[in-house]
C-alpha cells in the first residue's frame, strides 16, 4: 500500500468515513466493548447521527463476558442508562465458547453458563435490554457457540430483524494495536468499494473500523476535547504503572491478559476471589504467568530430555482432545516446513548454512511483502535453533515445547491463526444450514 499524506487529521478522516457509512448502509449498529476506543467510537457515532439523521436509530451490541472489573461494569451499565432512549440497546448475556490459555485440561470456558449460575463472577445484569437464555430474540444463536460466532450471527440476525437490508457493524479496531490488525488493513481485496476498512462477513452484512488509523494518543485527546466519559479503569491501570500498550478490557483468561491477572488480586480483590472459583488455572496464572512455569522466560530442559522427548512427554500428560490439537498443528508445521518452506531474511539463511543446517530454497514467499526466499529443511526438523540469533522465525521441537508450556492451544507462537476446526468447521456449518436458510428467509 502506497502511503499517503493528507492535509486532514483523523478527526476530519473519520468525519468523512462516517458520513459514507450513513449514506451507503440501512441498518447501523456499534460494537461496544466497554474500552476506550469503541467508548469514543459509539460516542462520536451518536454525535453524527444526532446532528445529521435524527430521524434514523443505530444500535448498540455488547458481548458481555462475565469475568471483568466491577469499574468497567459500572461504566457500561451507566452507558447504556444514558443512552438507551436514543439508540437501540442489546447486551448479550449469553453462554459461549471463549479461550483460555490458563489451563492445559480446558481451552475454553463458557461465560454466562447457565449449568454453573452459582458460581457466576457477577449477577446477570437486570435491564429490560439484556439478552440472556430466558429472553433471546436472536434466531441466530446457537448454545455454546464460539464467541466470534456468536458476535458475527448478531449482525446477521441484525439483518434478518430490520428488513434483511445491508448492514454494518461499526468496530474501534485500530491498526496501530497490533501488526496482525495492521496488515489486515492492508489488503483491500475485500473492501467495500475499495474501502480498506470495511469488511464483509455475510450476503448484506459488513464489518467497518472509521478508527482504523487513529493512534492512542488520538483517542484520549478526542476523550479530553469533547468530555466524554470513559471506562475509569484506565485511571487505575495509569495509577498502577501499566503502558498504554498493556491497558486492555478484555477477557482475563485470554492470551493477552493473562499477564495482567495479578493486577485484579490488587485493583478489584472482590472480583478476584470470584475469578480463581471460576476458570481452572486462574489462580496458577496469576503467580506464575510471567515464569517459567508457563514459558514466559527462557524454559530450560528436564535433564535426560531432548526438546523433542519433552515436547512428546508432555503430550502424553494431556488429555487427548487438547493433545490432538497440538499434535495436528505441530505436524501441519513439520510438514510445511519439509515441503514449501517458510520466507526467511538472507542473513538467516547464511547463518543457518555456517551452522550446518541441510536446507534448500524453495522459490519465493507470497506471505512476505519482500519476496525473501522460501526455505525448506532437508533432514529432520532441529530440537533447538539457539545458535542462529538473526531470527526466531525458525522452526524447531523447542519452539513446539513452548506453545504446549504457555498454554498457546492455537499456536500463535509458532505462527498459527484459528482454525476452523477449533470454529467448529465453518464449511460444514454453511452446507449443514444453507437450504434451511434459504427456506425460512428466502434469501
Given at each position: 500500500?502506497i502511503?499517503?499524506y493528507?492535509?486532514?487529521?483523523?478527526y476530519?478522516?473519520f468525519?468523512?468515513?462516517?458520513?459514507?457509512?450513513?449514506?451507503e448502509?440501512?441498518?447501523?449498529?456499534?460494537?461496544?466493548?466497554?474500552?476506550?476506543d469503541s467508548?469514543l467510537?459509539l460516542?462520536?457515532?451518536m454525535d453524527?447521527?444526532?446532528?445529521y439523521?435524527?430521524?434514523?436509530?443505530?444500535?448498540?451490541?455488547?458481548q458481555?463476558f462475565e469475568?471483568?472489573?466491577?469499574v468497567?461494569?459500572?461504566y457500561?451499565?451507566?452507558?447504556?442508562?444514558?443512552?438507551?432512549?436514543?439508540?437501540?440497546?442489546y447486551?448479550v448475556?449469553?453462554?459461549?465458547?471463549?479461550?483460555?490459555?490458563l489451563?492445559?485440561?480446558?481451552m475454553?470456558?463458557?461465560?454466562?453458563?447457565?449449568?454453573?449460575?452459582?458460581?457466576?463472577?457477577?449477577?446477570?445484569?437486570?435491564?429490560d435490554?439484556?439478552?440472556?437464555?430466558e429472553?433471546?430474540?436472536?434466531?441466530?444463536?446457537?448454545?455454546?457457540?464460539h464467541?466470534?460466532?456468536?458476535?458475527?450471527?448478531?449482525?446477521r440476525?441484525y439483518?434478518?430483524?430490520?428488513?434483511?437490508k445491508?448492514t454494518?457493524?461499526?468496530?474501534?479496531?485500530?491498526a496501530?494495536e497490533?501488526l496482525?490488525r495492521?496488515s489486515?488493513f492492508?489488503n483491500?481485496k475485500?473492501?467495500?468499494k475499495?474501502q480498506?476498512?470495511?469488511?464483509?462477513?455475510?450476503?448484506d452484512?459488513?464489518?467497518?473500523?472509521?478508527?482504523?488509523?487513529?493512534?492512542?494518543?488520538?483517542?484520549?485527546?478526542?476523550n479530553?476535547?469533547?468530555d466524554?466519559?470513559?471506562?475509569?479503569l484506565?485511571?487505575?491501570?495509569?495509577k498502577a504503572?501499566l503502558?498504554?500498550?498493556?491497558?486492555?478490557?478484555a477477557?482475563?483468561?485470554?492470551d493477552y491478559s493473562?499477564?495482567a491477572?495479578?493486577l485484579y488480586r490488587?485493583?478489584?480483590p472482590?472480583?478476584w476471589?470470584k475469578?480463581?472459583?471460576r476458570?481452572?488455572?486462574?489462580?496458577?496464572?496469576?503467580?506464575?504467568?510471567?515464569?517459567k512455569a508457563?514459558?514466559f522466560?527462557?524454559i530450560?530442559?528436564p535433564e535426560?530430555?531432548t526438546?523433542?522427548?519433552?515436547?512428546?512427554?508432555?503430550?502424553?500428560t494431556?488429555p487427548?482432545r487438547?493433545?490432538n490439537?497440538?499434535?495436528?498443528?505441530f505436524?501441519?508445521?513439520?510438514q510445511f516446513w519439509?515441503?514449501t518452506?517458510?520466507g526467511?531474511?538472507?542473513e538467516?539463511i547464511h547463518?543457518l548454512?555456517?551452522?550446518g543446517?541441510?536446507?534448500?530454497r524453495?522459490?519465493v514467499?507470497?506471505y512476505?511483502a519482500s519476496?525473501?526466499?522460501?526455505v525448506i529443511f532437508?533432514?529432520?526438523i532441529?530440537?533447538?535453533t539457539?545458535?542462529?540469533?538473526s531470527?526466531?522465525d525458525?522452526?524447531?521441537?523447542?519452539?513446539?515445547?513452548?506453545?504446549i508450556l504457555?498454554?498457546?492451544?492455537?499456536c500463535?507462537?509458532?505462527?498459527f491463526?484459528?482454525?476452523?476446526?477449533?470454529k467448529r468447521?465453518i464449511e460444514?456449518?454453511k452446507?449443514?444450514?444453507?437450504?434451511?436458510?434459504?427456506?425460512e428467509y428466502?434469501?
Amino acid at each position: 500500500m502506497i502511503r499517503e499524506y493528507l492535509e486532514e487529521n483523523v478527526y476530519e478522516a473519520f468525519q468523512k468515513r462516517i458520513k459514507f457509512i450513513f449514506e451507503e448502509f440501512d441498518n447501523i449498529f456499534v460494537s461496544f466493548s466497554g474500552g476506550k476506543d469503541s467508548g469514543l467510537l459509539l460516542n462520536m457515532t451518536m454525535d453524527f447521527q444526532k446532528k445529521y439523521y435524527p430521524e434514523k436509530k443505530i444500535g448498540v451490541f455488547h458481548q458481555d463476558f462475565e469475568a471483568q472489573y466491577t469499574v468497567t461494569t459500572e461504566y457500561i451499565e451507566r452507558t447504556f442508562e444514558r443512552i438507551k432512549d436514543e439508540v437501540e440497546p442489546y447486551w448479550v448475556c449469553l453462554p459461549m465458547a471463549t479461550r483460555t490459555a490458563l489451563s492445559n485440561y480446558e481451552m475454553y470456558w463458557y461465560p454466562w453458563d447457565d449449568k454453573k449460575e452459582d458460581c457466576w463472577v457477577r449477577p446477570m445484569p437486570k435491564k429490560d435490554y439484556v439478552i440472556n437464555l430466558e429472553h433471546n430474540p436472536m434466531t441466530t444463536y446457537r448454545y455454546r457457540m464460539h464467541q466470534e460466532d456468536l458476535a458475527k450471527q448478531f449482525g446477521r440476525w441484525y439483518r434478518m430483524s430490520h428488513g434483511n437490508k445491508k448492514t454494518v457493524c461499526l468496530l474501534g479496531m485500530r491498526a496501530d494495536e497490533s501488526l496482525q490488525r495492521y496488515s489486515g488493513f492492508l489488503n483491500i481485496k475485500y473492501g467495500y468499494k475499495g474501502q480498506c476498512w470495511i469488511s464483509n462477513q455475510f450476503k448484506d452484512v459488513w464489518c467497518a473500523s472509521p478508527m482504523y488509523d487513529w493512534t492512542s494518543q488520538d483517542v484520549w485527546h478526542a476523550n479530553d476535547l469533547f468530555d466524554y466519559d470513559y471506562n475509569e479503569l484506565y485511571n487505575l491501570y495509569h495509577k498502577a504503572g501499566l503502558k498504554i500498550s498493556q491497558m486492555r478490557v478484555a477477557s482475563p483468561f485470554n492470551d493477552y491478559s493473562k499477564d495482567a491477572l495479578n493486577l485484579y488480586r490488587v485493583i478489584d480483590p472482590e472480583i478476584w476471589a470470584k475469578l480463581v472459583g471460576r476458570v481452572r488455572g486462574a489462580n496458577f496464572g496469576c503467580i506464575y504467568g510471567k515464569t517459567k512455569a508457563m514459558g514466559f522466560r527462557n524454559i530450560t530442559l528436564p535433564e535426560g530430555h531432548t526438546w523433542k522427548s519433552y515436547t512428546m512427554f508432555l503430550l502424553d500428560t494431556l488429555p487427548p482432545r487438547i493433545r490432538n490439537n497440538y499434535a495436528k498443528k505441530f505436524n501441519t508445521s513439520i510438514q510445511f516446513w519439509h515441503q514449501t518452506g517458510g520466507g526467511l531474511d538472507e542473513e538467516t539463511i547464511h547463518e543457518l548454512e555456517e551452522h550446518g543446517y541441510k536446507i534448500k530454497r524453495n522459490g519465493v514467499s507470497n506471505y512476505t511483502a519482500s519476496k525473501k526466499s522460501r526455505v525448506i529443511f532437508l533432514e529432520q526438523i532441529p530440537d533447538d535453533t539457539d545458535d542462529i540469533k538473526s531470527s526466531k522465525d525458525i522452526p524447531s521441537w523447542k519452539r513446539m515445547c513452548g506453545c504446549i508450556l504457555k498454554n498457546d492451544h492455537i499456536c500463535r507462537s509458532m505462527g498459527f491463526g484459528l482454525s476452523r476446526e477449533q470454529k467448529r468447521n465453518i464449511e460444514y456449518i454453511k452446507e449443514k444450514y444453507q437450504s434451511i436458510e434459504e427456506m425460512e428467509y428466502g434469501i
